[in-house]
């Protein structure tokens, strides 16, 4: 185990029946759409946890990929989230939007980018999240699709960084408070 990591909260085996249920759900949901199923990967937490789940759905899907960032001011309260990285296609009204986010926390990037993409024409916009701390809410929000929800722990690993670390472990985990605290 990484030696900043304080404990393992959820562990590879879990981490793939998690998204092996997951999948399923979202094969017998979109199965009848007409639509185009487009995961949206937003980076870059969500690149393992969506290189997964793509392999393990079987309807047909596109994938596309944005990146945000929240807080640019350093400011918790200003909820702004800035696009860095914008989707570029056309064809929006064609398609079932599905965000894929690797944890929600306030909650204010995910309603955020679901309006953004409505207003932009999708078809449908919905999403799924590996890890959701619903304590840690500041915006009225519930994802689609969960994988699990877990207590205010700050956690690493399977995409999740801190400082950009951490992110390749096949794991995540719960970081050591004094890697942050110092
Ligand atoms: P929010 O829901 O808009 O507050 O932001 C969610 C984003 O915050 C995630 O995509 C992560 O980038 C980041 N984040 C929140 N909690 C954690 C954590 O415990 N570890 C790593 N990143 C986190
Ligand atoms: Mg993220």
């Known amino acids: 185990m990484n030696q900043d990591v304080e404990r393992i909260l959820i562990d590879e085996e879990e981490i793939n029946q998690i998204i092996t249920r997951i999948a399923a759900e979202i094969d017998r949901d979109y199965a009848n759409s007409n639509k185009r199923l487009l995961l949206l990967c937003i980076l870059k937490g969500s690149v393992v946890f969506m290189g997964e789940l793509m392999k393990k759905i079987t309807v047909p899907v596109e994938i596309d990929f944005m990146k945000v960032s929240s807080y640019a001011n350093g400011s918790k309260t200003s909820g702004s989230v800035n696009i ?49 701390k619903p304590s840690r809410r500041e915006v009225e929000f519930t994802p689609d699709y969960c994988g699990r929800e877990i207590p205010d722990f700050f956690v690493v690993g399977y995409g999740l960084d801190y400082a950009e670390k951490y992110r390749a472990l096949p794991y995540v985990g719960i970081l050591k408070p004094s890697v942050y605290n110092t």
């Open 84 to 132: 860095i990285l914008d989707i570029l296609r056309k064809d929006l009204n064609e398609c079932d939007i599905l965000i894929v986010e690797d944890i929600v926390d306030s909650g204010r990037t995910l309603s955020y980018l679901t309006e953004y993409l409505k207003l932009k024409g999708a078809q449908s916009v919905k999403t799924v999240t590996l890890l959701d």
